[in-house]
């Protein structure tokens, strides 16, 4: 039995790794990794899915807000930063025996034709409980229910069906 497509939103600040850089990565395809929060690794490694989709965010940035979607690709396996002394993601308590964190991969599916900031994310009624307008949310990955996925989607100028 085939599960569920689930929906997703990822943070990254552009200046780090914009949605023009995973669209210029060999096969528009990276390992997201980097992620140290323990609720976000339990959502890669648990959650996501071979299939499911993303809403790329860029944050930390002037104006933060919704840019491109991308899709898993692969599903959860050892962050390989982790085990590198030279990366600024090194955890020098994990073990490859025991990996700490975990990475999905993820590819580029389409940019949005218009940029989805997050005041309009904040002032659009049915986005009122999506996860990344509230107050205290930091999550850098995040569940988004289909219905909003579909309504920053159509902020976006583009169709569920555009994305194939």
Do not use: C
């Amino acid at each position: 039995m085939a599960t569920k497509k689930r929906y997703w939103l990822v943070k990254s600040e552009p200046d780090v790794f914009s949605y023009a850089d995973l669209v210029a990565s060999k096969n528009s395809t990276t390992l997201w990794d980097g992620v140290r929060n323990y609720q976000a690794r339990n959502t890669m490694r648990d959650d996501m899915k071979v299939g499911d989709l993303v809403l790329y965010y860029h944050s930390n940035t002037k104006p933060p807000g919704v840019v491109g979607v991308a899709e898993v690709v692969r599903e959860g396996y050892p962050d390989p930063t982790q085990f590198d002394p030279n990366d600024s993601h090194f955890d020098p308590k994990a073990k490859v025996e025991d990996p700490t964190w975990i990475v999905v991969d993820v590819r580029a599916k389409a940019e949005l034709p218009e940029y989805v900031p997050l005041d309009a994310l904040k002032a659009n009624a049915k986005l009122a409980e999506m996860a990344v307008i509230q107050r205290g949310q930091r999550l850098s990955v995040q569940p988004v229910s289909a219905a909003h996925f579909r309504e920053v989607l159509r902020m976006g100028g583009l169709k569920a069906a555009d994305l194939g």
